[in-house]
C-alpha cells in the first residue's frame, strides 16, 4: 500500500515584482529564486545572482517555462495578463494585490505560508512592524504635523498611493490627499488642476517619479506654485521610487526613515 503523499513546498521561484524577492531574502530563502523581474533592485546581489526573466507589465513567457518554476509570484491587475499566460500553460502562480501596510505585512505571512516557512515570516514581519512603532514614536514627539504633498508622477500629476499616505502619517506628517490614498489605480489619484495642490498649501513636497529622476524645474516653474510654502521655502525633497513605491520590506524600513527624516528636519527649524 501506497504512503500518504507529503506536501512539496515550492523550490524553484520565480518573482515578477521587487518585494517578494526582498522578502524571501531577508527571510533567508533566496535559494528558492530561480527568476525575477528586470526592474529588480533589492536586494542588489539579487540582479546578479538570479535570470531576468520580466519586466513590469510583460515578460518572456518562453524563458519563464524554460526554468520550469514550481511557483511565480506576481503583483496586481497590471499582471494580469502575465497571470493569465502562465495559468494556461500549467504553471503555479500566486497573485498578490496588496496596497496598505496591513496588506503588505499579510503579504509577506501568506508567502511565508507559501513555502512552509510561516514563523520567519512571522519574525520579518514582527521587525517591520518594531520599526514603524519606533518611527511612529519618535513622531509622536515632534511639536508639529507639516502638511506633505507626495507626487509619484509629474505630467499627469498623480498623488501617493495607500500605503505612500499611510507612511507619510506614521513619520510624523499630514498627507494633503489622504482622499485619494485609497484609490489602488493611479489614473484615480490624478489631480486634474494643478492649482487644487496650491490651495493645499503643503509645508513639504517630496517627489518620488516611478523610476524616472526628479527634475525640480519641472515643479517649481509650475504656474502659482510659488505661493506654495514648500516650493517658497525650499523643502522640497527626492525619495528614489525603489525605496517607497513598491509595497514591501523596502516601504516599510528605508522608504519611511526617508519620509521620517524630511519631516523632523523641517518640524525642528520650525
Known amino acids: 500500500m501506497s504512503p500518504v503523499p507529503e506536501p512539496k513546498w515550492p523550490e524553484r521561484i520565480i518573482c ?7 522578502a524571501l531574502y531577508l527571510m533567508e530563502e533566496d535559494h528558492r529564486i530561480i527568476g525575477i523581474s528586470a526592474y529588480t533592485m533589492r536586494p542588489a546581489r539579487a540582479r546578479k545572482e538570479k535570470t531576468k526573466v520580466s519586466a513590469y507589465i510583460t515578460a518572456r513567457t518562453e524563458k519563464i517555462l524554460a526554468l520550469k518554476p514550481d511557483l511565480v509570484l506576481a503583483f496586481s491587475d497590471m499582471q494580469a495578463d502575465i ?7 500549467g504553471i503555479q502562480v500566486h497573485c498578490f494585490n496588496h496596497r496598505s501596510i496591513s496588506e503588505t505585512l499579510q503579504m509577506i505571512r501568506t508567502l511565508a505560508g507559501l513555502i512552509g516557512q510561516p514563523e520567519k515570516g512571522a519574525k520579518l514581519v514582527a521587525d517591520l512592524q518594531n520599526n514603524l512603532n519606533t518611527i511612529k514614536q519618535q513622531a509622536d514627539k515632534l511639536p508639529v504635523r507639516p502638511k506633505v504633498y507626495f507626487e509619484e508622477w509629474f505630467d499627469p500629476i498623480i498623488t501617493g498611493i495607500g500605503w505612500v499616505s499611510e507612511l507619510i502619517e506614521i513619520a510624523g506628517g499630514i498627507d494633503c490627499y489622504r482622499e485619494f490614498s485609497t484609490q489602488s489605480l493611479a489614473k484615480n489619484r490624478i489631480v486634474a488642476d494643478a492649482s487644487d495642490v496650491i490651495a493645499k498649501q503643503p509645508d513639504i513636497y517630496i517627489a518620488s517619479w516611478c523610476g524616472r529622476k526628479f527634475d525640480q524645474d519641472k515643479v517649481t516653474t509650475r504656474a502659482g506654485w510659488q505661493e506654495i510654502p514648500a516650493i517658497k521655502n525650499g523643502d522640497i525633497y527626492e525619495v528614489n521610487s525603489t525605496d517607497i513605491l513598491q509595497p514591501g520590506p523596502a ?4 522608504g519611511v526613515k526617508q519620509l521620517a527624516d524630511i519631516i523632523k528636519q523641517w518640524a525642528e527649524h520650525k
Not at 16 to 22: D, G, I, K, R, V
Not at 83 to 89: P, S, Y
Not at 251 to 254: K, V
Open 83 to 89: 497571470v493569465a499566460d502562465l495559468i494556461k500553460e
Open 251 to 254: 516601504a516599510l524600513t528605508d
Open 16 to 22: 515578477l515584482t521587487e518585494e517578494t524577492t526582498e
